[in-house]
């Protein structure tokens, strides 16, 4: 007996190939890599909440669901805002192209109205009201669009290249900064964040989040302390292992 895992039903997105990034700058290279690899750990806390959102019913884990739900939601919230906000305008500006960045903002639109339709719902929600047939009905709604969005803007980012490399590096470090000044509570952000990161994803090549070794152990000793129950529903460890999802239906 076995579990589905967090790989599934929304498909992970692979990282640019060294046939894709033949030619290309170590910068470019580096900032499709690492935006794709950030998408993946919102595809992963997605498929967790697909997986395991049926079989949470009773009311102390249907709480514990419902938060580990909003985080995610967050997570995706707070990575797009700070592409509109700063990323994309900053793309726009150093390559003299106003509009270069436009299909992705119209994919975020696409998608937008089924994640406040979930994000409504969610918000609300109580042991009493949940209902984990309506969750996935919701998810079903925007997954697709959001996942085909994920994958598409890394292909615009390798397209990039030709404005040169050296001055996107600076522009990806600013937006990173964003990101983290962004997070108003880091008891959520930060469990929901690293227990979706997969260390071993192809093959373990990549250094992926890269931040200081301490971080897992300040997240699971300290961070992920006060909301303890809401990351059993995680699909990896503190340390990036992946790990079976416990509220997964049991598969032959
Ligand atoms: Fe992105
Ligand atoms: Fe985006």
Redesign the pocket.
């Known amino acids: 007996m076995t579990k589905l895992w967090a790989d599934q039903p929304f498909k992970l997105i692979p990282t640019p190939t060294t046939t894709a990034t033949e030619g290309l700058s170590k910068e470019v290279t580096e900032v499709a890599t690492e935006m794709c690899l950030a998408h993946n750990v919102m595809v992963r806390n997605l498929n967790a909440i697909h997986l395991q959102c049926e079989q949470v019913t009773k009311p102390e884990d249907v709480i514990d669901f419902i938060l580990f739900c909003q985080t995610s939601l967050e997570e995706i919230h707070t990575?797009?805002a700070a592409?509109e906000e700063l990323f994309f305008p900053q793309v726009a500006e150093y390559t003299g192209e106003k509009n270069i960045m436009e299909v992705?903002i119209t994919?975020?639109h696409a998608f937008e109205k089924g994640l406040k339709e979930f994000e409504e719902y969610i918000y609300k929600a109580t042991p009493k009201t949940y209902d984990g047939k309506e969750v996935k009905k919701m998810l079903d709604r925007f997954g697709e669009i959001l996942v085909v969005?994920?994958s598409d803007?890394i292909q615009t980012l390798l397209a990039l290249d030709k404005y040169g490399g050296e001055k996107l590096g600076p522009i990806w470090a600013q937006f990173n900064k964003k990101i983290l000044a962004q997070i108003k509570d880091m008891h959520r952000v930060l469990p929901c964040a690293l227990g979706a990161v997969d260390k071993t994803f192809e093959g373990g090549k990549h250094n992926f989040p890269p931040f200081p070794w301490f971080l897992p152990y300040l997240a699971k000793y300290y961070y992920a302390k006060k909301h303890k129950g809401s990351w059993r529903f995680s699909p990896c460890t503190m340390f990036g292992i992946p790990r079976p999802l416990e509220f997964a239906k049991d598969v032959e």
Do not use: Y
């Open positions: 990575h797009h592409e992705n994919q975020h969005h994920l803007e």
